[in-house]
Every structure is written in C-alpha cells, then in structure tokens.
C-alpha cells in the first residue's frame, strides 16, 4: 500500500489533469482579509507546493516559506527570476542566485534529478507594504543549464 501511495504522490506531482494539455490548478499561497495570493504553475509538466506563513499586506523583512518540488532537473546551479505587473505594465524585473557551485545558500544546493525539495524557513526579502490593487508576477526557477525547474504565474490582490 505504501508503494501505490507513493506512485500516486509522483503521479499527482508530474502530471496535469488526465484531459492533458489543461492548466494546472490555481492554488492559494496565502489570504487574510486584505491579501490574497494565488499561483498557477506554468511548467506543462510539473506543479508544486508553496505557501507563505504569515500572509500581511505588511511584508516582514524575513518571511516564512514553505516550498516543496520533486526536481526533474539538477540544480548544481539554482537561479530565480520574478517579473512583476500591474495593469499590463511591467513594474519590476529581478534575477537572484539561490544556490552558486562555489556559494550554496540552502541544503537543497545540488540536489539530483529525482529527488525532493522540501524547504520550511526565512527567506530574507526588504519589508514593505503591498500597496492596494491587483498584481500579476511571473516567478521562474532555472539550473545552470537554463532549464526549467519550477515556473509559477501569481496573481497578487490586495484591498
């Protein structure tokens, strides 16, 4: 019975709707009463996990992540890039080294194809106040060799 779990968990993770070629469901990240925050995976073969603890219009300067992914890539190398819109505008574009060969800055840092991240802890961000209004952010992570390892559309809205 464990083994058919397992399968299942795998099976659930890597593959989308049996009607194939549909979206991944949209998930919650967070809501309170002022702030809401969704995602979609916009990788057509994998979707994943993430939420954010404490959900705030207020975002604290260490927010508490939680994330969670079976890799179909390695990640000797872990990039993020984040786009940010509002109203079909671009806002904010930003790129950050998560894990360097020479500079690993999580234990998951050179994970292999097949294997799992699971992380549950601070990420270091500036705080600030989500201003009102409806966002759209494009999050991509990406290996060494360019190739997608989570990619998720999110949609922000704060009242």
């Not at 809501?31 to 925050?37: C, M, Y």
């Not at 994970?111 to 201003?131: C, L, M, S, T």
């Not at 999050?139 to 390892?149: D, F, G």
């Amino acid at each position: 019975m464990k083994g058919f779990t397992a399968l299942f968990l795998v099976w659930t993770l890597l593959s989308p709707d049996s009607g194939g070629g549909e979206a991944w469901p949209t998930h919650t990240a967070c809501r309170d009463g002022s702030l809401e925050v969704l995602y979609q995976s916009c990788d057509p073969l994998q979707d994943f996990g993430f939420s954010v603890d404490q959900c705030s219009k207020q975002l604290k300067s260490n927010l508490n992540i939680r994330f969670g992914i079976i890799l179909r890539e390695d990640i000797k190398e872990l990039f993020l890039d984040v786009a940010l819109f509002t109203k079909g505008s671009s806002i904010l574009n930003y790129s950050y080294p998560i894990c360097e060969e020479d500079l690993p800055k999580f234990t998951f840092c050179g994970r292999r194809k097949g294997e799992q991240i699971y992380y549950a802890g601070p990420i270091n961000n500036p705080g600030f106040e989500v201003p009102v209004g409806e966002y759209q952010v494009l999050l991509e992570l990406y290996n060494e060799n360019h190739s997608t390892v989570a990619c998720a559309n999110a949609t922000v809205i704060c009242s």
